[in-house]
C-alpha cells in the first residue's frame, strides 16, 4: 500500500483558517485560507470545511435574542466587569439582581443612582453560604414563577504573589475558596431557577487556569478547576436545556490590580509569613523585582471593559452561544499559540507576555558566581603553569 501524504498547500490553507480564527481576523485571513481550499480540496473535505464554515458565520450573523422579560443574576457588582455588566445589562433591558459586597460602598451608590427600576442590589459574598441562600430567597420572591435567564458568576479575586513555592498556603487557598467554591456554591444554589427558565451560565474564568503563567500558580490552579467544572456542566445541562459558556479575559484594569497599596500589602505580608531559609535562599532583592513586575503589568492593563462586557451580552443574547469566549486582544492567539505549537515556544511566550524576570534566586547567583571564579582561577592557574 503506497504512502500517502498530503500537498504542502492544504496544511498551508488549514493552518491559514485556524490563525485567522485565532486573530479573529474572519473577513480577510479565513476567507482568503477558505478561498484556496475551495479551488483544491476534494469534495468530501470540501463539504466538512464548508459546514465548519457555515456554522461559524450562522453564530456571527444571527440576530440576538431580545432581553426584555429576562431575568439574570450577576456576582461582584461593586467595581470592574461586573460593575459594568450590571449597567450594560439593565440599558440593554434586562432586569438585573446585581451583587456586591458592600451595598453601601462606591459601586453600589453608582448603581443604585444609574440603574434602572429593573436593577437591585443584593447584598453577598460568595463564600458565606448563608448570604448565598438568601439572595437566593430574595431572587425567587421577585421572580415569582419565573425562572432565571441568566447567571454571570463573575466575583473572583487574585490573592497571589510569586513563585509557586514561596506563595503562601493561606493564598492558595483564599483563592480556591471565591474562585472555585464560592462560584460553586452560587452555581449549585441557582440550578433550579436556571433549569425552570431554561437560562445560561456565564462564567468569566482567566487563560491562567488553561496556561501555566508564571508567578500564577494559586490563582491558576483554581481557575483550572472551576473550568473544569464549568465545562463538566456544560455536558450535564444540555438535555435541562440550560447553555453554559466560559469567558477568557485578556489583560484588564479590573479590582485590587490596580491599587499599588494592595500590591505592597501583598509584599509585605509574604515577607513576614516566609521561613527564614527561604527568604535567605531567594533573596529579598528578587521578591521586590516580582512586585514590581507585578505593579507594572497592572499599570499597562487595558482600561476598556468593553469586550468583555459586550461578550457577556452575547453570551446570554446569542440563539446559539459558544462554550468558550476570548475576550479581549491576543487571547485567541494565545491560545492557538498553546494549542498547536510546540511547548518551548509556548512557555516563551507566556514569559514575555506576562513578567519577565531578570534576577536568578540569590542562591542561584551565588552559585553562578562560584562557578565563574572558579573557571577564572583556573586560567590563571594554567597561565602561571606554562
Known amino acids: 500500500m503506497e504512502d500517502y501524504t498530503l500537498p504542502l498547500w492544504i496544511y498551508l490553507a488549514v493552518l491559514t483558517v485556524l490563525i485567522g480564527g485565532a486573530v479573529q481576523k474572519v473577513t480577510v485571513v479565513t476567507w482568503l485560507g477558505a478561498t484556496v481550499l475551495v479551488e483544491k480540496l476534494s469534495v468530501p473535505v470540501l463539504f466538512l470545511v464548508l459546514i465548519c464554515i457555515w456554522m461559524c458565520w450562522r453564530n456571527q450573523t444571527t440576530e440576538r435574542l431580545s432581553a426584555l422579560g429576562k431575568a439574570v443574576l450577576i456576582t461582584g457588582c461593586d467595581s470592574g466587569f461586573g460593575h459594568a455588566a450590571a449597567r450594560t445589562l439593565d440599558a440593554l433591558g434586562f432586569q438585573v439582581f446585581a451583587t456586591v459586597m458592600d ?16 436593577l437591585h442590589l443584593l447584598q453577598l459574598d460568595i463564600t458565606q453560604p448563608q448570604q448565598v441562600q438568601q439572595v437566593l430567597l430574595e431572587t425567587s420572591d421577585r421572580l415569582g414563577l419565573r425562572g432565571l435567564w441568566g447567571l454571570v458568576n463573575n466575583a473572583g479575586v487574585c490573592v497571589n504573589f510569586g513563585d509557586a513555592e514561596l506563595s503562601l498556603m493561606s493564598n492558595y487557598r483564599g483563592c480556591m475558596e471565591v474562585n472555585f467554591f464560592g462560584t460553586l456554591s452560587v452555581t449549585q444554589a441557582f440550578l433550579p431557577l436556571l433549569r425552570k427558565g431554561k437560562g445560561r451560565i456565564v462564567t468569566v474564568s482567566s487563560p491562567a487556569g488553561d496556561q501555566p503563567f508564571p508567578l500564577l500558580s494559586a490563582y491558576g490552579a483554581s481557575k483550572a478547576a472551576l473550568n473544569l467544572f464549568i465545562n463538566t456542566l456544560r455536558h450535564e445541562l444540555l438535555p435541562w436545556g440550560v447553555n453554559v459558556s466560559t469567558i477568557l479575559p485578556s489583560s484588564y484594569k479590573t479590582g485590587q490590580s490596580s491599587n499599588e497599596t494592595y500590591w505592597e500589602t ?3 505580608q509574604l515577607i513576614q509569613n516566609l521561613p527564614p531559609s527561604l527568604l535567605e535562599e531567594y533573596g529579598e532583592d528578587y521578591l521586590n523585582e516580582t512586585r514590581e513586575l507585578f505593579r507594572s503589568h497592572a499599570r499597562s492593563a487595558n482600561e476598556d471593559l468593553s469586550p468583555v462586557i459586550n461578550t457577556m451580552a452575547e453570551a446570554l443574547l446569542a440563539p446559539r452561544p459558544l462554550a468558550r469566549y476570548y475576550a479581549g486582544p491576543g487571547v485567541g492567539l494565545m491560545y492557538f499559540i498553546h494549542t498547536y505549537l510546540p511547548a518551548a515556544i509556548s512557555d516563551k511566550f507566556l514569559q514575555r507576555l506576562f513578567v519577565q524576570k531578570k534576577l536568578l534566586p540569590r542562591i542561584l547567583r551565588k552559585e553562578n558566581e562560584l562557578v565563574i571564579h572558579g573557571i577564572s582561577n583556573n586560567n590563571n592557574e594554567d597561565k602561571l603553569a606554562m
Not at 451595598?103 to 429593573?118: T, V
Open 103 to 118: 451595598l453601601e460602598g462606591s459601586g453600589a451608590k453608582e448603581l443604585r443612582r444609574s440603574g434602572s427600576s429593573r
Open 266 to 268: 501583598q509584599y509585605k
